[in-house]
């Protein structure tokens, strides 16, 4: 059964620095998101993805964030000037629209020292 | 108000009984809803979707969806120690759009 992929699976960066966290999508899926939950809290909607272009952003999406879809299988979460509160697990999702449910991938455990 | 409500739990039950799951929303406008199982450390993983009002049964699995009541439940029959987990409730407000997770519900399974 296709999957979606996350690497790596757990980041640990020093504060202030940037990472990048990748995902692989399903392959014929549409609509790509990042989602995060920070330890004991809910699953947190970041962006949305469609068309090479954000459909949708949270409050949390804010300018430290972007993403990109660099090629025809990758879809990338970039965090600049990390901050102690970026901890969390990072998960990616995709979904081939059309109310079909969204699928995720294992996640990225994001450490921020 | 929160957008997607859930019992937080834990819900203990013996063995091979009936969990039963309730999450509520509030706005009128969401189309689709997902019951999702995230084991401790884990990722959301996908057990139900179900969109229009009634019952939608999989296996162990029944969804229940009330839109008139902004309710919909998961029934897990013959529960197993390994259904022990936090169960997510999910939706959204159209094909595309961004998922709206309660803050789940954690089930205990005791042998």
């Known amino acids: 059964e296709p999957e979606v992929t996350q690497t790596p699976s757990h980041q640990v960066t020093q504060m202030g620095q940037e990472v990048i966290l990748r995902c692989v999508p399903i392959?014929?899926?549409?609509?790509f998101y990042w989602y995060r939950q920070i330890l004991g809290q809910k699953v947190e909607f970041l962006v949305s993805f469609y068309n090479n272009e954000i459909s949708e952003k949270s409050e949390i999406f804010d300018d430290q964030f972007s993403v990109e879809r660099p090629d025809g299988s990758n879809f990338t979460l970039k965090i600049r000037s990390t901050k102690l509160e970026d901890s969390a697990m990072y998960f990616c999702?995709?979904?081939?629209?059309?109310?079909?449910?969204?699928?995720f991938g294992d996640g990225t455990r994001l450490s921020i020292l | 108000q929160k957008e997607v409500e859930q019992n937080s739990g834990p819900l203990s039950v013996p063995e091979g009984a009936i969990a039963s799951l309730n999450c509520t929303y509030s706005d009128r406008v969401s189309q689709s809803f997902f019951w999702y199982r995230q084991y401790s450390g884990k990722s959301p993983e996908l057990i139900m979707s179900?969109?229009?009002?009634g019952d939608k049964e999989d296996g162990r699995f029944t969804a229940q969806l009330n839109k008139a009541s902004q309710y919909v439940s998961l029934l897990i029959r013959d529960s197993q120690p390994s259904d022990s987990a936090t169960y997510l409730c999910?939706?959204?407000?159209?094909?595309?759009?961004?998922?709206?997770f309660g803050g789940g519900t954690r089930v205990l399974v005791k042998p």
């Open positions: 999702a995709s979904t081939g629209g059309s109310g079909q449910p969204q699928h």
């Open positions: 179900i969109y229009s009002n």
């Open positions: 392959s014929n899926h549409l609509y």
């Open positions: 999910a939706v959204n407000k159209a094909a595309g759009n961004k998922l709206t």
